[in-house]
């Protein structure tokens, strides 16, 4: 009924973005009257700015045509090198690099978003790396005879991709992805498996939600996973390809974190309506494509959804030792020679200061040469891995660690 009530109302919406952006056309138009009366420019400015606000928006591309590195502007090569029903592992590559370029695997977050909001991050790392990323896929995508999908299926995917992408590999974990990405380095180091990475850097990530929590983290604390499961938990209607899977959905997701910061994104549109009537369309065009793609949402399987919720914010199973991977408990302690770094930001409000850097008093039996932590000043969680600040100032910490410990590592049968 709630996903029913959603499509009913995003139809209505579609038609009136539609209606919007016509009469914005007419009213800016110089060879219409209302083009040059001062009552035009601003009406037609209010209606553009309605119909960005509600327009539909799928799955964005991540469009990197090109990077320049030392000066030169080489093309970039996007493919896609593995395929699973949950998502793809794609590959970003340009000739400049050298043959013996580190190769990175960026583990895009599954929180209602597209790996796409990752753009920034891939496009800064590909100038010196080999980079690949989790595509993860939109649950209502996805038909109920691929199976359900769960957070051990999450640590299944990323160790697989990194068996695809071989030994002495680097793995770059954005927020959410934090936690299995972790659980996925302690397995493979407690197999001895050839293909654990060499580096695992964690940036904005729930490790241990007990220190600094913030509101996100209240939320899932002060109601019951019950409450989930009834109140946030919907079904994908007959028109998707996943129609009866059950999922969290993306539209959700968004109203939560749009309801957080709600003075901020309204203020925002107000900025995008006065650089419109100023005719500033420079400015109006960076907020709106800062929109385009944060309101670019996805469904998350409620299995993995409720899975979360549950070890990550409400037990914090990981910190506590007790998480289990398919009747496996993961041993924190097993990692002793992936080189661990953390990364925070000063102001961010989804992971607080301290929840990412407890991973490196977790990891007890890794030297202290293998470990670092990075505290970005003035940085939210959205700077931590797009912008200027994480280009300039993060993102040369993440390769001078790579290239730190970019060393082989001699291959150990599994």
Request: glycine share 8%; aromatic share 10%.
């Amino acid at each position: 009924m709630l996903y029913t009530a959603y499509e009913l109302q995003r139809s209505w919406l579609n038609a009136a973005s539609t209606w919007a952006s016509v009469g914005a056309d007419l009213l800016s138009n110089p060879a219409l009257p209302f083009g040059y009366s001062g009552l035009g420019p601003v009406m037609a400015s209010a209606l553009e700015v309605f119909a960005h606000a509600s327009a539909p928006y799928g799955k964005p591309a991540f469009d990197i045509e090109a990077v320049e590195v030392d000066g030169t502007s080489y093309p970039v090569t996007e493919a896609i090198v593995m395929h699973r029903p949950f998502g793809n592992l794609l590959r970003f590559t340009h000739p400049g690099l050298p043959a013996d370029a580190p190769r990175l695997l960026i583990v895009a977050p599954m929180s209602g978003h597209f790996a796409t909001l990752l753009r920034g991050t891939v496009a800064r790392m590909v100038e010196s790396c080999e980079v690949f990323i989790t595509d993860w896929a939109d649950a209502k995508t996805v038909p109920l005879e691929a199976g359900r999908f769960d957070l051990d299926d999450y640590i299944d995917y990323v160790i697989g991709f990194l068996e695809h992408i071989g030994p002495n590999a680097h793995m770059l974990a954005v927020c959410q992805p934090s936690v299995p990405a972790l659980a996925a380095t302690a397995l493979l180091a407690g197999r001895k498996h050839p293909c654990r990475p060499l580096t695992l850097t964690m940036m904005g990530g729930p490790v241990d939600t007990r220190e600094a929590p913030t509101s996100v983290n209240d939320l899932a604390m002060q109601r019951p996973l019950e409450w989930f499961k009834h109140t946030v938990i919907a079904t994908v209607p007959l028109q998707y390809p996943g129609a009866g899977r059950r999922v969290y959905p993306g539209f959700l997701q968004l109203a939560g974190f749009m309801s957080m910061n709600l003075g901020n994104h309204m203020l925002s549109h107000y900025h995008m309506f006065k650089h419109l009537v100023a005719g500033d369309g420079e400015s109006a065009e960076a907020t709106k494509a800062f929109y385009d793609e944060y309101r670019a949402v996805c469904d998350m399987d409620a299995d993995y959804y409720l899975q979360t919720i549950e070890q990550v914010f409400q037990r914090q199973s990981l910190a506590k030792g007790e998480f289990m991977h398919r009747g496996e408990r993961v041993d924190l302690g097993a990692i002793k020679d992936t080189a661990l770094l953390a990364v925070e930001g000063e102001r961010d409000d989804i992971s607080g200061i301290g929840q990412t850097r407890a991973a490196l008093k977790l990891a007890v039996n890794l030297p202290e040469s293998r470990k670092h932590y990075h505290l970005a000043p003035e940085v939210g969680h959205y700077g931590i891995f797009n912008g200027s600040k994480w280009r300039n100032q993060i993102a040369p910490v993440l390769e001078d660690w790579i290239r730190q410990h970019d060393k082989p590592r001699l291959k150990v049968a599994a």
